[in-house]
């Protein structure tokens, strides 16, 4: 199975400052398909999940664009250029490049 | 809009059996992989098991696997979690989730508590 490891696994943040969350793979989660199936996953306290990112660096429709998602192969980051209010919670990557099954990272809870 | 609608969720004896279901809406179970997803309220995200749009692929997490089975009714469009021999360790909120180039839209979730 593919294990995800997220870090730092608690990221106490200022308001208005950037944030940066690294999710590394146990092997390439490049797909037989040549895409890269790579997700972030926001939940809000109290909520349920909730897509931000897929495939590695798409927003979905509706996130706004202080969230932006990059990398390749093993190494992925979240980035939110600056923090605001509503961005508290806790974020996953997950990938469905290699399953099943699908896997989670641990999680990492973004607070003040 | 995408709506899924996770419902049967309840408080059962160790050993019991409950079936879970999630009304879609906005598309179509049959076109789509469907996943459960589980998550013991305040640890991580934990993948339970999944169906192909057809219905006739399914896969399950070790820890499940001969006790769950997913299956769903293309007609209601919705999907359901049979699980039997249910354990402690299935305490959880299970969440129906859309596949959608990876995990995409997710239920509300619904809490299945096994205690004796």
């Known amino acids: 199975d593919v294990v995800l490891t997220q870090s730092p696994l608690s990221l106490p943040v200022n308001l208005g400052q950037p944030a940066s969350i690294s999710c590394r793979s146990s092997?390439?989660?490049?797909?037989?398909?040549?895409?890269?199936?790579l997700t972030w996953i926001q939940q809000r306290p109290g909520q349920s999940p909730r897509r931000l990112i897929y495939?590695?660096?798409n927003r979905e429709s509706g996130v706004p664009d202080r969230f932006s998602g990059s990398g390749s192969g093993t190494d992925f980051t979240l980035k939110i250029s600056s923090v605001e209010a509503d961005d508290i919670g806790l974020y996953y990557c997950?990938?469905?490049?290699?399953?099943?099954?699908?896997?989670f990272g641990q999680g990492t809870n973004l607070e003040i | 809009e995408v709506q899924l609608v996770e419902s049967g969720g309840g408080l059962v004896q160790p050993g019991g059996s409950l079936r879970l279901s999630c009304a879609a809406s906005?598309?179509?179970?049959?076109?789509?992989?469907m996943h459960w997803v589980r998550q013991v309220p305040g640890k991580g995200l934990f993948w339970v098991s999944e169906?192909?749009?057809?219905?006739?692929?399914?896969h399950y997490a070790d820890s499940v696997k001969g006790r769950f089975i997913i299956s769903k009714d293309n007609a209601k469009n919705t999907l359901y979690l049979q699980m039997n021999s249910l354990t402690v360790e299935d305490t959880a909120i299970y969440y129906c989730?859309?596949?959608?180039?990876?995990?995409?839209?997710w239920g509300q979730g619904t809490l299945v508590t096994v205690s004796s």
């Open positions: 989730v859309r596949d959608n180039a990876g995990v995409d839209d």
């Open positions: 906005g598309f179509l179970v049959s076109s789509y992989w």
């Open positions: 169906i192909h749009g057809d219905g006739r692929n399914t």
């Open positions: 092997q390439s989660l490049l797909s037989s398909d040549g895409d890269t199936y």
């Open positions: 495939k590695v660096s």
């Open positions: 997950a990938q469905g490049s290699h399953w099943p099954p699908f896997t």
